[in-house]
């Protein structure tokens, strides 16, 4: 690093402790996440750090256990989403014709339609189990990495080095997955900073609507519709900075690895 | 003049984009499992009213011919009937529009009065080092606690920001109304204060993110050689700014400008459910929930219609901002 980069350090400390939070969801008893172990609506405590709620269940552990199904829906849509998008939209970048245009065509349409509606839609039908939620929120990725690997491999085509190993006839998967590929992996890591962010809020806004993964796994986004603000704030607060620290730390990764891409 | 091809060639794309989504939409729906009509009628119906109702829904007809009936409907402004309401899907659009278009322009309003303010101020914070040295601890301050803010606000989820609303200014200040939406025509008074948080919870995000566009654009227009032309020739740094900076460094916000104003207009299910405003996203969230799938179908073609002519309009008016465009 040849410059400073204080949004790559400080989004990387974020996403550190987040993963501490997952970790320490390991330890903590599980049947305090289930279970009414203590009074309704304890507020925080030396024994529960971040109070209880409506059924005496520890609101720590419930996050901390919560953040296993919103961390594995991002990274499951980081890896299927971000795999398929890049290589439908490497292979129809290189090869052009009809099979470019009718992936433009199709880009430009899910442009038009809000991802939430189309989950709202999938999900509706096909139930909000974990793994159905995992295939819908990663099947929605797709159209953001084919997007950028199109672009940035269009870019590439017309580069000399590229041309070259075309003429001296190396063939073309070996080009796309030697040559292609790791020049484009700067930018298709920085949409992948953004886009995990961006599934974690999808299935969190799902579950916000009454429509995520169905309880009773806990989840942040119906954790939040679910908490009463009037008698325990502090269930809804924690909530809160929990998801705003989470994109946050992955907003500041995006940006500190933008900036890496611009110093090179 | 704007050739009068790539406008061409741009609305065909735009007609394109519609095309594809209404068929999107019915694919995904066309793979409901259920019976639609038993559903609505129960499954001792009489059998003549259940053959009138599939009748009336196209069911009895394979789905490409059911999908073309839809698309003739569409053209002479039928989107056909919602099935739980029995009503006319373009008359329930009519019906929730206002509300989402007064939530939309309570949003941009705060978004320009917010944004550009506060972009440039920070601009200006981050420029001037000649001045006394305890004023410049109190702005400099100012401005991290602003950058700061801005992070935050882009990073916040937007339920999770009308939580936070509700809290503080329905709960702990109480100030103003979590709840109970107020229409127009019934109490003006009650109806904008009804409309502030839920506007708010919308706005503020892109308040930071044109906040950080145009502070952005700023920088950039500021290292240019004619801004340094312009400040080598004896202008203050506010003359530069404001005769030469801005009005270059507003073209790029003006995109982010017109995709939130855009956004907006499309309704949006989370804020809508988490303040109960009859909008559009309301509208296409029960409408999903409840699988009237007309509903669905009439709902989601309004917001991409608002899209993709949104977008369309957008590109237009670049050509009239920006000459340059024009040469291409």
């Keep these: 690093m040849s410059r400073r980069n204080p949004s790559l350090i400080l989004g990387l400390t974020l996403l550190g402790l987040l993963s501490l939070l997952l970790i320490s969801g390991f330890f903590v008893d599980d049947d305090s996440a289930y279970m009414n172990v203590a009074g309704q609506f304890e507020p925080p405590s030396l024994k529960h750090w971040l109070g209880t709620d409506k059924l005496g269940r520890d609101n720590y552990a419930r996050i901390a256990i919560g953040a296993r199904s919103s961390l594995s829906i991002g990274a499951c849509s980081v890896l299927i989403g971000g795999a398929l998008g890049s290589a439908l939209g490497i292979v129809a970048a290189w090869y052009g014709g009809w099979l470019d245009l009718l992936l433009a065509r199709l880009l430009d349409a899910l442009k038009a339609i809000p991802n939430l509606l189309l989950a709202l839609m999938i999900v509706t039908i096909f139930g909000s189990e974990l793994p159905v939620m995992i295939a819908t929120i990663s099947l929605l990725a797709i159209p953001l990495y084919a997007r950028m690997a199109r672009a940035a491999t269009l870019k590439l085509k017309t580069e000399d080095f590229i041309q070259w190993t075309r003429l001296i006839g190396i063939g073309i998967p070996r080009i796309l997955l030697r040559h292609v590929l790791p020049n484009i992996t700067g930018p298709l890591l920085v949409t992948a900073s953004l886009g995990f962010a961006g599934a974690v809020l999808t299935e969190a806004s799902l579950s916000y609507l009454g429509l995520g993964v169905p309880p009773p796994i806990p989840s942040w986004g119906r954790m939040l519709s679910e908490a009463p603000l009037f008698n325990a704030p502090w269930l809804a607060l924690s909530n809160v900075v929990v998801l705003t620290l989470l994109v946050l730390g992955f907003n500041l990764l995006g940006d500190g690895l933008q900036q890496m891409l611009d110093d090179r | ?295 669905v179908q009439g709902v989601s073609f309004y917001i991409a219609l608002v899209v993709t002519m949104g977008y369309l309009l957008l590109d237009l008016l670049y050509l009239v901002v920006d000459p340059r465009m024009k040469r291409e």
């Excluded at chain 2, 050739?3 to 995904?28: D, E, K, P, Q």
């Excluded at chain 2, 196209?58 to 002479?76: A, K, M, T």
């Excluded at chain 2, 801005?150 to 100030?175: E, R, T, Y």
């Design chain 2, 1 to 295: 003049m704007i050739s009068l091809r790539s406008l061409w060639s741009r609305l065909l794309s735009a007609l394109l984009t519609l095309f594809v989504v209404s068929l999107i939409i019915f694919v995904i729906f066309q793979i409901i499992p259920g019976d639609a009509v038993l559903s609505r009628l129960g499954l001792d119906a009489d059998p003549a009213l259940e053959a009138l109702l599939r009748e009336e829904l196209h069911l009895n007809v394979p789905p490409w011919q059911r999908y073309l009936l839809w698309l003739s409907g569409l053209f002479q402004g039928d989107l056909g009937n919602s099935l739980r309401f029995s009503r006319p899907v373009s008359a329930m659009i009519k019906d929730s529009l206002p509300n989402t278009v007064a939530l939309a322009t309570f949003s941009f309003v705060e978004v320009l009065a917010l944004g550009l303010p506060l972009g440039l101020w920070l601009y200006t914070a981050e420029q001037e080092s000649g001045r006394a040295s305890f004023l410049r601890f109190w702005r400099r301050l100012a401005g991290t606690l602003l950058t700061v803010m801005v992070q935050l606000l882009l990073a916040i989820p937007v339920f999770a920001l009308a939580i936070i609303l509700m809290l503080v200014f329905g709960i702990w200040l109480q100030l103003l109304p979590i709840s109970g939406y107020v229409a127009y025509n019934v109490n003006f008074p009650l109806f904008l204060r009804s409309l502030i948080l839920p506007s708010l919870a919308i706005s503020l995000p892109s308040v930071a993110m044109v906040v950080r566009y145009l502070l952005t654009s700023l920088r950039e227009q500021g290292n240019q050689t004619y801004a340094r032309t312009a400040r080598s020739k004896g202008l203050s740094e506010e003359q530069t700014l404001k005769r030469h900076l801005l009005r270059n460094a507003l073209i790029p916000v003006l995109t982010i400008l017109g995709v939130i104003l855009i956004n907006t207009l499309g309704g949006s299910i989370v804020v809508e459910a988490a303040f109960g405003i009859p909008g559009i996203g309301q509208l296409l969230n029960t409408a999903i929930r409840g699988r009237d799938l007309p509903l």
